[in-house]
């Protein structure tokens, strides 16, 4: 149940014409404490709950338990989260050897393109694809619990 990943800002919309597979995702947090987040998910016609542990040192690995549940129940679900519902489109793109989601953020995120790879340990090598670019792994203001509350659109007024 450790999920480990390396985050990336995208620079080009060209992964779009290798993507196999586009989903519409909605989701909420029961729960954003930077040390266990609680997130419900609608992703496509399925719903997920899950839970989300505190990342290392690096930001690479973190504890990770997600369970299906049916969507009517995520959308009851979605009633009760923090304010700030998280609307993207995930594209799956396989490269190499292993699988990129990319996310395009729409609605207060818009403008946000993130590409994640899971990887089997926090070494192990994979190539990049032209469209990746700078990596913001452990940055927590690219993680969706942050975004929910401090959306993309708000950034250039940050100093």
């Known amino acids: ?34 040390e266990r987040t609680v997130r419900v998910r609608i992703q496509g016609s399925d719903g997920f709950i899950t839970v989300k542990g505190k990342a290392n040192k690096s930001g690479l ?21 923090e304010p700030g519902i998280i609307e993207k489109t995930r594209y799956e793109i396989s490269f190499a050897d292993h699988t990129f989601e990319v996310d395009e953020f729409l609605s207060e995120n818009e403008g946000l393109t993130i590409a994640e790879i899971e990887l089997q340990s926090e070494n192990e090598p994979f190539e990049k694809p032209e469209w990746l670019g700078a990596e913001v792994t452990g940055d927590t203001k690219y993680y969706n619990s942050h975004l929910s509350k401090n959306p993309f659109k708000h950034w250039k007024n940050e100093a």
């Open 1 to 34: 149940m450790q999920e480990i990943e390396r985050k990336f800002l995208v620079t080009s919309e060209a992964f779009k014409n290798e993507a196999h597979k586009r989903t519409r995702i909605v989701q909420g947090f029961l729960n954003t404490n930077p």
């Open 61 to 81: 690995s973190r504890f990770e338990w997600e369970k299906q549940i049916s969507q009517a129940e995520a959308e009851e679900l979605l009633h009760l989260c």
